[in-house]
């Protein structure tokens, strides 16, 4: 059975830092790219950062460069996405995913997180 479960969610003022996590089970992890999509209220979800099987390429939403990283460790089928400099637009139900390498659409995805920054 495929899950992924996203961690690591609270409630943070501006300027500080989370650390998300995303468990994986249930499928081949080193086959699969892996993502970070988030969306807030009343806005459509929207991607953060994604990190390629092996984690050598990795790609960010221009809101977040500079200020998240993502992550993963296949000995623990495990990916992270560290937010440091929060702003109150990080504000969102943050979600995991993952995509068969070479494919277009993300087919796995977990249960979601929140993130709340105050300012």
């Known amino acids: 059975q495929v899950q992924l479960v996203d961690s690591g969610g609270g409630l943070v003022q501006a300027g500080g830092s989370l650390r998300l996590s995303c468990a994986a089970s249930g499928f081949t992890f080193t086959s699969y790219t892996m993502g970070w999509f988030r969306q807030a209220p009343g806005k459509e979800r929207e991607f953060v950062a994604a990190?390629?099987?092996?984690?050598?390429?990795?790609r960010y939403a221009d809101s977040v460069k500079g200020r998240f990283t993502i992550s993963r460790d296949n000995a623990e089928n495990t990916v992270y996405l560290q937010m440091n400099s929060l702003e109150p637009e990080d504000t969102a139900v943050y979600y995991c995913a993952a995509k068969l390498r070479g494919r277009d659409d993300y087919n796995y995805w977990g249960q979601g997180t929140q993130v709340t920054v105050s300012s």
């Open positions: 990190i390629s099987s092996s984690g050598g390429t990795t």
